[in-house]
């Protein structure tokens, strides 16, 4: 199938994880409001674009018709590891996808499997897979919130976020561990904790 362009993709992956929670396509509107648009034009365009190449299809005349064709992807991308103890980087590729086809995930979730021990009374420990969607506001984020968080000069880890003035405070689940303390522009959220999967076999 014809490759989509970062707009199209992003677009229908809204589309697809609407309708697969509301059984029913979005009005025009709430597409713009979640693609951050202020004309139904490039909205229309873009569903024209995606049903020229087979993604979707809708019945002519009718409102909230549109009907998802084709999965993207199969699962959730897995980009690689995530430290619960020390620091390591995050790869930006998948390198698998796992299909969990019952969780609830929100669009643009990916995967990082956990490595250490720092997140241990968090339930969190070596092996699991944490499921993360992209922060897109950090200022808002609440104070507590468990997230993978680039640390400049240091790395990527798992802790739970606080904020105080200017400050950030990324703080480990086992105490044998010491906080992380830096300044803010030191810091760049990746994304929130939504969902822990753990293998038992």
Same mark, same amino acid.
């Given at each position: 199938m014809e490759r989509l362009t970062e707009a199209q993709k992003e677009l229908y992956e809204w589309l697809a994880e609407y309708i697969r929670q509301y059984q029913h396509s979005p009005s025009i509107r709430q597409m713009m409001q979640a693609m951050n648009l202020k004309s139904p034009a490039p909205i229309q365009s873009r569903l024209e674009h995606l049903r020229n190449k087979g993604y979707i299809e809708w019945s002519e005349g009718k409102a909230r018709t549109i009907r998802v064709l084709q999965a993207l992807k199969q699962g959730v991308p897995i980009l690689g590891t995530i430290a619960a103890g020390g620091l390591i980087e995050p790869f930006t590729?998948?390198?698998?996808?796992? =299909?969990?086809?019952? !969780?609830?995930?929100?669009?643009?979730? @990916?995967?990082?499997?956990?490595?250490?021990?720092?997140?241990?009374?968090?339930?969190?420990?070596?092996?699991?897979?944490?499921?993360l969607r992209p922060v897109l506001e950090p200022d808002l984020l609440k104070n507590g919130t468990i997230v993978a968080a680039r640390v400049d000069s240091i790395g990527t880890t798992l802790k739970r976020f606080y904020r105080?003035? =200017?400050?950030?405070? !990324?703080?480990?689940?086992?105490?044998? @561990?010491?906080?992380?303390?830096?300044?803010?522009t030191q810091v760049q959220v990746q994304g929130s904790l939504v969902a822990i999967w753990r293998n038992y076999n």
């Open positions: 590729e998948a390198v698998e996808n796992i =299909d969990i086809a019952h !969780l609830s995930l929100p669009p643009q979730a @990916y995967a990082l499997r956990v490595t250490g021990d720092s997140m241990i009374e968090d339930s969190i420990v070596e092996g699991d897979l944490v499921f105080s003035g =200017d400050r950030i405070t !990324l703080k480990p689940a086992n105490p044998k @561990y010491n906080p992380i303390e830096v300044n803010a």
